[in-house]
């Protein structure tokens, strides 16, 4: 029978590479000793890129600075700074001929050529984004969290809390926590909220009469949407080797949930070519639960690490994720320690109950209730795989360099498809590069 050092030690050194795997050193709770020894500052950086073909760009930076305390009190702190720049689908059909479409500001118009996918190339923006988190023990085997969140785009405020308790138990081989998380958003799009179901309005915008008629579009602007989320969770050391984790989570979403700058096209049902283009509409909240569970197998020399989660939602989405890392130590084969980790990634969903890739003109005479054209909520696969590459360089100090490849295939979903769309691309595929350093010191 082991004893309690062996058994925290077994925990560290699982926890420790979980940590590596997910490009961190943090070692949270799982280093816990009698020592009360305060620690130096132990900071983590990363620069990320992601890049669609032909579509959005995104780079981002993040620093992450964590304080061990007396007393096992811990201060983390994480600065987040991202760019997005490119072309977004704006959520109408392809046609066989040149479309017109207004920016969401009302100030200009752009063009697509025949056959292409509408796509407006002047989406941009610009996030900041600020977490704090202290933990420490608050009785024997029971340790408290709380952290607070701030995240400022263009057009957008979020504000949140969080809180968790943890409980140590079976001589720490097990714990049980449970965590809540409040956020407040504030949306103020360019151009205001537009009308659900409200036409684009396309014409010349220097018209006298333009900004009166565009103001009909528009129902306010800004507004804003609650986040509320309980999690639950259960890790289990089962021997020296293995580490598993379970949770279940429950939020709620209530307020805006439209996305302002998508529209649907209304389309001739025997032609197929468009007769309108107007403004989503979608439910004004969402229940989504999620179950997920991971494991960590420590071989001889390598790390395996696998988890599965499945979400669904009253918006009727169901989705599957299977993520996979395996830690390859490459000794010091190179004159340095380093190591592989192979990554791959699956991702599949259904569609919302309100997606549809374009309504049909009179169709019922009546429009439905709530419908969305955007691809994010339609039915979908996606497949990530990757390499990383980490080493030890400057006195232990960790750098390392990741590279993978995304897809993302949206399927159909049944839809008859009339006319000219069957000649177009209704659900084109998105390719992407995912390029990151990080270095940890």
């Known amino acids: 029978m082991t004893n309690k050092t062996e058994k925290l030690n077994i925990k560290a050194a699982l926890t420790l590479a979980t940590a590596a795997l997910l ?3 943090s070692l949270a709770q799982a280093t816990t000793t009698d020592s009360a020894e305060e620690s130096t500052w132990e900071f983590d950086s990363a620069f ?34 991202d760019a997005l720049t490119g072309a977004s689908a704006n959520g109408a059909v392809a046609q066989p001929h040149v479309q017109t479409f207004t920016r969401p500001s009302g100030e200009g118009q752009y063009t697509i050529e025949a056959g292409d996918i509408p796509l407006d190339d002047t989406f941009k923006d610009t996030r900041v984004q600020l977490n704090a988190q202290w933990t420490q023990p608050i009785a024997p085997n029971y340790t408290a969290s709380g952290g607070v969140h701030i995240s400022k785009e263009y057009d957008y405020l979020s504000l949140g809390v969080n809180g968790n308790i943890a409980f140590d138990f079976d001589r720490k081989n097990s714990t049980v926590s449970a965590g809540f998380s409040y956020f407040q958003d504030t949306f103020t799009p360019e151009g205001g909220l537009p009308k659900a179901f409200s036409s684009m309005l396309i014409g010349d915008s220097s018209t006298s009469h333009w900004d009166d008629d565009f103001a009909n579009t528009r129902i306010d602007s800004e507004d804003t949407k609650t986040t509320t989320e309980v999690l639950l969770g259960f890790t289990q050391i089962i021997n020296r080797r293995m580490i598993t984790q379970f949770n279940y989570s429950y939020s709620t979403v209530d307020g805006y949930l439209t996305d302002p700058f998508k529209v649907i096209s209304v389309v001739d049902g025997h032609s197929g070519l468009t007769q309108d283009n107007i403004y989503e509409s979608r439910p004004g909240s969402r229940l989504k639960q999620s179950i997920y569970a991971q494991s960590l197998y420590h071989f001889d020399s390598t790390v395996l690490d696998i988890s599965y989660r499945y979400t669904w939602d009253d918006w009727e989405i169901d989705s599957h994720t299977i993520d996979t890392r395996f830690r390859i130590p490459l000794s010091d084969s190179f004159g340095i320690e380093s190591y592989l980790q192979p990554h791959f990634r699956f991702y599949q969903q259904s569609a919302a109950e309100f997606y549809q890739p374009f309504l049909i003109d009179g169709d019922g005479d009546t429009l439905p209730t709530y419908a969305s054209a955007d691809y994010r ?36 979903a049944g839809f008859d498809v009339p006319g000219a769309l069957k000649e177009v691309d209704l659900y084109p595929t998105i390719d992407a590069i995912i390029a990151q350093v990080t270095y940890s010191f």
Do not use: C, W
């Open 48 to 81: 990320l890129f992601y890049s669609e073909a032909d579509r959005v760009s995104a780079g981002e930076a993040i620093f992450n600075a964590k304080k061990n305390f007396a007393n096992d009190e811990i201060l983390n702190l994480k600065l987040t700074v």
């Open 23 to 25: 490009g961190t050193n």
């Open 377 to 412: 909520i339609g039915e979908m696969s996606t497949f990530t795989i990757g390499l990383k590459y980490g080493l030890l360089v400057n006195n232990g100090h960790d750098l390392s360099f990741r590279l993978e490849y995304y897809r993302q295939t949206p399927t159909d």
